[in-house]
């Protein structure tokens, strides 16, 4: 149940609402033409969008985009206090307040292939700081203006270019502006070699785990783990023979994250060490 609901607009269009609820509660989410930055200010919430479902706890934040529908906030627990501050970003107004050129944040990335619409942001010092920041604003509405609004939305997209979340959010924001989708095989293929596991690219194919997998299998008549593993192993097979790269180095090219993971999985498969291979194959 909405007890409080407080907006403030910018050049006609919501961009900032901050909403109080009393659980248990369901929440619909109004994301029809935009990318919106939910804050968690106080208690729990489980995000839901299609077959998928993120817990944001309090002081953390999940930024998403219109991608998918049936998007939707809850809680289920009883006589809990929950508050969120909703920031939207339109695309209109970022083209408005960027007349020159947009920020790197907002332009579509160059190697990241993914159809990734939702990310979870881990509690972040100075965005924690932004939205207190905002409350005053809430607390004080005839200081508002346009000027400071607009501050405000570059501060937010400037924040979240700073976080260990940026080039996910790149992605999602870009969308706004350069629509992708990107078939599965070609988001499986173009991250295969990365150092991803398997729920990074269930993420980055907008699928849940379990549908990615079946999906996975469909397609490739293998598990993901063990056609993913055989790929990078061959290349990395590949590399030794035609390459001086370090053992090192090639692990990591091929997606390894760990030497002594590579070096198990090599001999498992060709029952020699990656060492040993190249010397005896050059």
Do not use: W
Request: charged letters at 20%; glycine letters at 2%.
């Amino acid at each position: 149940m909405v007890t409080d609901y407080k907006k403030i607009d910018l050049f006609g269009q919501t961009l900032i609402q901050k909403v109080k609820l009393k659980s248990p509660f369901e929440f619909p989410f109004p994301v029809s033409d935009n990318a919106c930055f939910l804050f968690s200010l106080e208690g729990e919430i489980q995000f839901h969008a299609e077959e998928e479902q993120i817990v944001v706890p309090g002081n953390y934040s999940l930024l998403l985009t219109c991608a998918n529908t049936g998007k939707k906030v809850s809680n289920s627990a009883t006589s809990t206090q929950n508050e969120l501050v909703v920031i939207s970003f339109h695309p209109e107004t970022l083209k408005k307040i960027y007349q020159k050129e947009f920020p790197l944040l907002l332009q579509k990335p160059i190697n990241n292939v993914s159809n990734q619409t939702t990310e979870k942001i881990n509690n972040d010092f100075l965005i924690k700081k932004y939205i207190e920041g905002l409350l005053f604003y809430f607390e004080n509405p005839s200081l508002v203006n346009e000027e400071i609004l607009i501050l405000k939305l570059k501060e937010i997209i400037l924040l979240l270019s700073q976080t260990q979340n940026a080039a996910t959010i790149q992605v999602i924001l870009s969308q706004l502006f350069s629509p992708a989708t990107y078939s599965f095989k070609q988001i499986i293929e173009a991250n295969i070699f990365l150092q991803v596991g398997v729920e990074d690219l269930a993420q980055k194919t907008n699928l849940s785990v379990s549908s990615f997998k079946r999906e996975f299998t469909k397609l490739y008549n293998d598990s993901p783990a063990n056609y993913i593993k055989t790929q990078r192993l061959e290349k990395a097979a590949e590399l030794l023979i035609v390459s001086d790269e370090r053992i090192t180095d090639i692990a990591f090219d091929c997606g390894f994250n760990d030497l002594a993971n590579f070096t198990k999985s090599f001999h498992d498969k060709y029952s020699i060490t990656p060492s040993n291979y190249r010397l005896k194959l050059k």
